[in-house]
Structures are given as C-alpha cells and as structure tokens.
Nanobody, 124 residues
C-alpha cells in the first residue's frame, strides 16, 4: 500500500519556524508533483504550496508567499515545507499530497494520495 508519511509538526511561538517533511513509500511516485494543504477547525482544506516533479517550478498561496518554501529531494522520496515567520493564523493540520502527474496543481481534487496530517500550532 502506497503511503505518504508526514513529520515535523508541533507547537511554536509566533515568529518562529518549523520544517515539515513528507516521504512517499514507493519510488513510483518519486517524481510526481506534491502539494501541501492545511485545514483549520471549521474551515475547508486549503492549498498552501506545490512543487512539480522536477522541482524546478513551485506554487504558493498568497497567504504564505515569502514565508514558506517548498522543496524536494527525489533521491530520498521526500518533500519539505520550510515555514518561517509563523503566525497564529497558520495554525492547522497540514497534509502532504501527491498527484499522478509531474505537473503540479493547486486544487484538492487533483491529488489522489494523502498523508495522515501533522498538527502545527502557533501561539501568540
């Protein structure tokens, strides 16, 4: 069974940083596009960042642009989300997702493989 495993969430003060990691269990998905989404209590799941299979092209939600950086190491089957200058509005469960395509998209419906989620809590 193909799995995505996230790690790196936790509690941080406003202005702090966290790095999330997401590893896929099969090499068949090594070069497919990956995305990070988040879901706060009572809200819809929303797009955060995505990266194409080659790693050359990235996409960001306006709310995180300039603060978050998505990157990948295909040799390790792993995608990262570096989150800086965190604020309480970033508090959510963060989900890693994978597409079947090399080209990245920003809609939840474009992703068919999801991790279990990791909690990020930013205190004021």
């Amino acid at each position: 069974q193909v799995q995505l495993v996230e790690s790196g969430g936790g509690l941080v003060q406003a202005g702090g940083s966290l790095r999330l990691s997401c590893t896929v269990s099969t090499r068949a998905r090594t070069i497919t596009a990956r995305g990070w989404f988040r879901q706060a209590p009572g809200k819809e799941r929303e797009f955060v960042a995505a990266i194409e299979g080659t790693g050359r092209t990235t996409y960001y939600a306006d709310s995180v642009k300039g603060r978050f950086t998505i990157s990948r190491d295909n040799a390790k089957n792993t995608v990262y989300l570096q989150m800086n200058s965190l604020n309480p509005e970033d508090t959510a469960v963060y989900y890693c997702a994978a597409e079947r395509s090399i080209v990245a998209h920003t809609a939840v419906a474009d992703y068919d493989l999801w991790g279990q989620g990791t909690q990020v809590t930013v205190s004021s």
